[in-house]
């Protein structure tokens, strides 16, 4: 038998591609938290949390939406918000209300909160 295949070249490849995966998710991370707080200017809420892909290492790829839970958000700002939020980081955004929502302990649970800047 002859030597074996090396996968050294794609391997650093692949992980090149994780990392910068991973980078973009936290900046996209700290980019939607910059646009919840321009957002808690503009109407009220008590509380944001970003669930979903966006939260898991390695989860979130380029044609992933944005999952966003807000607590205190009126229904008439509901929309307000799901726009407002996608035109800032132009990515797609799908806004829930967590009060009585079948997820609202578990996006509280693994969600990342933002948290209002005093």
């Known amino acids: 038998m002859g030597p074996g295949f090396s996968t050294q070249l794609l391997d650093g490849v692949l992980e090149r591609e ?3 995966r991973e980078g973009r998710r936290i900046q996209l991370i700290k980019k939607v938290f910059a646009a919840i707080a321009r957002l ?41 918000a ?21 997820l609202e302990a578990r996006v509280k649970r693994e969600g990342l909160k933002w948290t209002r800047k005093v």
């Open 82 to 102: 799901m726009s407002f939020i996608s035109r800032e980081i132009g990515v797609e955004v799908d806004v829930i209300q967590l009060e009585g929502h079948r």
């Open 40 to 80: 808690a200017q503009e109407i009220l809420f008590e509380e944001a949390y970003l669930f979903g892909s966006i939260v898991k290492t390695q989860r979130f790829s380029k044609g992933s939406d944005v999952d966003i839970g807000f607590v205190g958000l009126r229904d008439e700002d509901f929309f307000k």
């Open 18 to 20: 994780r990392a910068e």
